[in-house]
């Protein structure tokens, strides 16, 4: 197998199987939607460049071996950043939740100072 070969394929993998990551973090919600639509937009490139892309020359500079190193070290560089896409993402779902909660925790605060208010004000009275 060739060179050029190698890595249409390899692109062509790399995009599909990255767009079915893609489609189901978003249905699962572990990654947000501006993550998952530039994602799909990259792994969607993957799959035109691996599908219109033929690197002929590249078989002068790279032997069939060094160019599936390079190939698998770019896709675990790729699948690096995607899992770090989802981690920002099941962050910023975390600090969302948590400044709910603790936005319902100061309402309560405050109701419950009101009502201190209240009986301070109704034992003085008496």
Known sequence: METGEIIRMMLFML??????NVVLSLAKRKMKEHFCLAWGAISILF??????????GVSEYLSVSGTIIVVILSMCVVWFLFYLSIQISVLNRKNQELA???SLLNQENEGLLEEIEKIKEKVNVE
């Not at 995009?15 to 079915?20: D, E, N, Q, S």
């Not at 799959?47 to 002929?56: D, E, K, N, R």
């Open 100 to 102: 709910m909660q603790v």
């Open 47 to 56: 799959i035109v460049s691996g599908i219109l892309l033929h690197p002929s």
């Open 15 to 20: 995009g599909v199987l990255l767009l079915m």
